[in-house]
């Protein structure tokens, strides 16, 4: 099996970045944990996004990059960029955090259609060289979680 | 001591609310819960509007109202009225929840000045004959707060 | 309806006294809250005996008197006086505890067949008037629990 | 840095073993996860436990063998095999469950002795080649674990 290159991502705006934007192509070398979620998703809140958290405080940043993706797919007016801005303070979350392009069709952003992402919370595993490893939607146990990412840290890249 | 006689509700806007919207006034007879929360604090969508759903369901509607009051005090932007529409929606808060007017001065709306909250979540015991029995700002145990209400409930209106 | 006069407790040993060992009769005018556990139910360590220390924590020994009785009815050899007395000391158990009396025939011990108990956790809720108010087997709501104490606490003795 | 060969484990007794019993030799190739407890230890009892429960759902037992071992060095009277017998039962234990072996002077067993154990609950990695790879006392991360017993599965064998 030949495994897929992610997508690159489609961004409207980021937070909690200071200088260049990341990519995934300059994220090469490392491992990308791509969380998308929405603010006004329960699960997300309780589960996925504090989740997220405990992933970026456990893994070095020369190793993992955690990004999050904020795909707003429903009550679009309801999640604006200023809404999500609050929400980013106020939930203290410190990694970067890209808001997915609107899409020219419908209600669905463009990253999210690029990946299939059936709804939020998604998990996405991207390994060193920018192939697409797990696609998870909904709730993760974190000991697989803290294991598979483990494993992709140390993969030999080929 | 004397008790006062809780403030009457400063409201712009109702939501789960069919026909007339209650006012404390109507609510005499009855104990009523109000919890003020913020839709983008933390401790708020965690902790206390979890426990005001539990309150609703374990009590009567007959003997205990539970209401909701989004008293915004900071990132007014970030929380108008069709954020609070999607966030009841996908909360599922079926309780009546009112929205705080602003207030003529400053960032704190009228009914949480009326009351003197320090902040978000803060929950208030109004006893059957309309007066403040209880001020909690923060988390609140539920055995504690179960008896409580229990107590307001079979207390004999002189 | 009449309620039904709670059966007098079957004790050979008690925990976590000094003096005279409590008897139901000497504890008519307070509620009493009767947990039932086996040292070894998971049920009981995890949810029933913490539920029960809040409870002690909560309501005033003046008003509330929280009894724990060890009803034995399963590896009777597993679970000795011994092994009670160092459970009690790990887990911090500090309301009187009774070890239930073996029973004549067969492995349910007196107070537990006295009571018509399915198993444990038990929790018996007995009024002032030393009636038996409530029988609940398995876990428990907090919320709901701290409310019917608390009815049963101001309940006016006829 | 030169690694410590984990030394052999001392053992009066196995639970949950079918046929010959495995000893550390024996289990060279695999990770060792060594889960030592007390089953009247309520950090047991509420956190490791069910960590070495999830631990042995989580990997497959060709690459990780989770071993309990019973380290009692207080209330030994409390905690003979008779109760440790209905305890793995209760608490639906699967994996192998050494008893350690009572030391020659004072309370300290064997196993924990040689390990220079400072309590319960301890964790030890041991790696496919037998050295110990990390000694954790107290509650242990989720993730943190799934991540470092994941790397020792992965790790080439020199």
Not at 13 to 34: C, H, I, M, Q, Y
Not at 80 to 102: G, N
Request: hydrophobic share 45%.
């Amino acid at each position: 099996m030949s495994l897929s290159t992610a997508p690159e991502l489609s961004v409207s705006r980021w937070f909690n970045v200071d200088g260049e934007p990341p990519t995934l192509a300059s994220l090469r070398g490392k491992v990308v944990v791509l969380h998308a979620f929405q603010m006004l998703c329960p699960g997300c809140v309780t589960g996925g996004l504090p989740q997220a958290k405990r992933i970026a405080t456990l893994f070095p940043d020369s190793d993992v990059a955690v990004i999050g993706i904020h795909t707003v797919f429903e009550h679009h007016d309801a999640m604006t960029d200023v809404s999500l801005a609050a929400f980013i303070h106020e939930y203290r979350l410190k990694f970067p955090i890209a808001v997915d392009q609107s899409g020219d069709n419908g209600p669905i952003p463009r990253t999210m259609a690029a990946y299939g992402m059936q709804g939020t919370p998604t998990l996405i595993l991207i390994d060193r060289q920018g192939r697409v490893r797990r696609h998870a939607f909904g709730a993760e146990d974190d000991m697989r979680l803290g294991a598979e990412i483990a494993m992709l840290v140390v993969e030999p890249v080929k």
